[in-house]
């Protein structure tokens, strides 16, 4: 069971809003993957309209939302539209996602940073995007994060785990859950990230503008399932070296 | 250094030249290298080589703008709230020397107006007028802003050419993106299509998006008038501006928009008539440079092309468009800034964007985010 603050769940495998040909098939897909965390977009959602289109699709049983702060440019701004969403949604949880550049969507590790600080002395449960920086992830946890979210490559890219190598060293520094978050294209890239220690996934892009989003959503599951389980069992040591024909400490045996 | 600057340094001579003697080579590599944004290889999509290619462009750019933007569209509206104008622009129905009834809806006939739109489901306004600084200027701009980002969730404006600080205040009144197409990038003809008013200010204009990023507006939209000039020539330059202005106000997110001239009788005539199959390319070209640029596609354009053209790069369309100040309410069609092509109703392209197994999306902003009230 995975926890995030005072929040259980049995998937590992969280999901998004976003890129769906249209509310019913985001609906059956997000249900097909078993995801039990989703996260929304607070721009897409009508805050004021009690039978907003997009959340009457979410109500699916299990399934909490983690609204994000997607479109914020600075702090200031990501406190302010959490604390909108905490009000409107009923929920601590939020995903800080600050990105002032419009074009990758690139996070800014300052200002997530600050808000965190802010938003966890308001008690909520924070899981903020990021880049893969190791030393942002302690800072983080310093703050009072509930979760570190890092990429795998820029979002939406599908391009799988190109920052592997800091990711492991989040994951084995790491005292908060490490849920990669970003790029993951593939079911055989979630299953890698799993494989590695990561504590769950977030994808959207490559369910949603899949061929056939729903059978996409089973094969994600199944492959964050399987990369956990292989976690689990012990990954046998990768081994690319040859015997040596003559062998360098053979004289100690003399 | 301002974009003015930049371009001087590009003979439009040169660039016309290199775009002309670009081979099937030059296309086939600019489709290898697709994203890189390469000025060069922007050259060879925009190229009468790249017209052989038009299929394999429209594949790539469609998988690129699925990855970006998913199966979605956004739909806004236009909200003419005048139609009076100082220019001359020979192309234009609002020019000052046609004699048509001027109109500046007050704030009363706003609220008339925006009820209606509102009713059609829209959260998305785009504020249009022409060039008049005592009837519609800043003030009236401002107090209008004030009263509609309390009422959608995004405003956009296509207005006359403003000053730093006064986008600085509007952005905060509630103004998220500035719609202002330089027309075309050919200094030396500009004057023969702007030969009156403030808008013969070729230099004024073209450094409006250095001001609209010095003000960190969120979105400004590019594009040039289709058919004035030689659109490859044009459109290399509004490239050329993007990737200037995306490093030097990298905070801002950019739209490019494909007003086109057609050939109607009794409008203005077009010089470089740009065909339907020409309009693909060029569309497709942008995409391939910049898999992240949002591309417009207004009413001018026929439902025909709209939906075809939809799944091949198009992020954003107008819906329902009246280009005519009180036309939501009182439709008056010898008022209308330019024909409209497609006129379905908001509805009916809801319809046919679910028919083509896409999301219409109303609303991908949110007031809340500009913090009004801190």
């Given amino acids: ?254 | 250094m301002s974009f003015y600057n930049l371009i001087k340094e590009y003979s439009r001579e040169e660039v016309k030249k290199e775009i002309y003697n670009k081979t099937p080579g030059d296309v086939e590599n600019a489709l290898v290298n697709a994203g890189s944004g390469d000025m060069n290889d922007f050259m060879a999509l925009l190229s009468p080589a790249a017209s052989n290619y038009i299929e394999k462009m429209a594949q790539i750019s469609r998988e690129l703008t699925l990855k970006r933007y998913g199966k979605t569209i956004q739909l806004y509206i236009p909200l003419y709230l005048s139609n009076e104008c100082t220019n001359g622009c020979v192309y234009c129905g609002f020019n000052h020397r046609n004699k048509i009834n001027r109109k500046t809806l007050s704030e009363k006939e706003i609220k008339e107006e925006t009820d209606k739109i509102k009713e059609m489901g829209f959260e998305h306004i785009l504020l249009v007028t022409g060039e008049h600084p005592k009837k519609a200027g800043f003030e009236y701009l401002q107090k209008a802003i004030e009263n509609l980002s309390e009422k959608f969730s995004l405003v956009s404006m296509e207005v006359q050419p403003l000053d730093t600080k006064e986008y600085k205040k509007l952005e905060k009144s509630g103004l998220n993106s500035v719609y202002i197409y330089q027309e075309t990038y050919h200094e030396k003809n500009y004057p023969r299509y702007h030969p009156t008013g403030k808008k013969t200010n070729y230099k004024y204009r073209l450094e409006t998006p250095d001001r609209i990023g010095e003000a960190e507006i969120h979105k400004a939209g590019l594009g040039v008038l289709l058919g004035l000039e030689d659109w490859r020539v044009d459109s290399f330059f509004t490239g050329l501006h993007v990737k200037y202005l995306q490093k030097k106000y990298w905070k801002t997110n950019y739209s490019i928009s494909f007003p086109r001239l057609r050939p109607f009788e009794g409008s203005y005539k077009p010089n470089y008539e740009i065909s339907d199959k020409e309009l693909v390319q060029l569309i497709t070209a942008y995409r391939i440079f910049d898999e992240n640029l949002e591309l417009a596609l207004s009413t001018r354009e026929s439902a025909h092309f709209r939906d075809h053209v939809l799944p091949l790069g198009i992020t954003t369309m107008s819906a329902g468009s009246r280009t005519e100040p009180g036309g939501y309410n009182k439709p008056h069609k010898e008022l209308e800034q330019f024909e409209v092509a497609d006129e379905r109703t908001p509805r009916e392209i809801r319809e046919t964007i679910q028919k083509m197994n896409y999301e219409a999306v109303w609303k991908n902003w949110d007031e809340a985010f500009l913090c009004k009230d801190s």
């Fill in chain 1, 1 to 254: 069971m995975l926890e995030i603050g005072k929040h259980t769940f049995n998937s590992r495998l969280f999901t998004g809003t976003g890129k769906f040909s249209s509310n019913q098939a985001m609906h059956d897909a997000i249900k097909a993957s078993g995801s039990e965390l989703v996260t929304v977009a607070l721009r897409r959602v009508d805050m004021n309209n009690s039978e907003d289109d997009l959340l009457a699709h979410l109500d699916i049983p299990g399934l909490s939302i983690l609204p994000n702060t997607s479109g914020v440019r600075d702090a200031k701004e990501a406190v302010f539209s959490a604390q909108l969403a905490r009000e409107a949604l009923g929920t601590n949880l939020v995903k800080v996602e600050i990105h002032p550049d419009p074009r990758y969507l690139l996070p800014d590790g300052e200002e997530t940073l600050k808000a965190t600080r802010e938003l966890a002395k308001d008690g909520f449960t924070i899981l903020p995007y990021i880049q893969a920086d190791p030393v942002l992830c302690k800072k983080l946890e310093d703050a009072g994060t509930a979760a570190v979210m890092p990429l795998g490559s820029p979002i939406g890219s599908n391009q799988g785990l190109n920052t592997k190598d800091f990711i492991k060293i989040i994951i084995e520094q790491s005292n908060v859950p490490v849920v990669v978050d970003a790029g993951i294209g593939a079911p055989s890239h979630a299953a890698e990230a799993m494989e590695m220690g990561a504590d769950a996934v977030l994808v959207n892009t490559a369910i949603a503008v899949a061929g056939d989003p729903v059978k996409m959503a089973q094969a994600f599951k199944i492959g964050v399932e399987a990369g956990r389980m292989a976690m689990k069992a012990k990954l046998g040591r990768k081994s690319n070296q040859a015997n040596a024909t003559s062998p360098l400490t053979s004289f100690l045996n003399d």
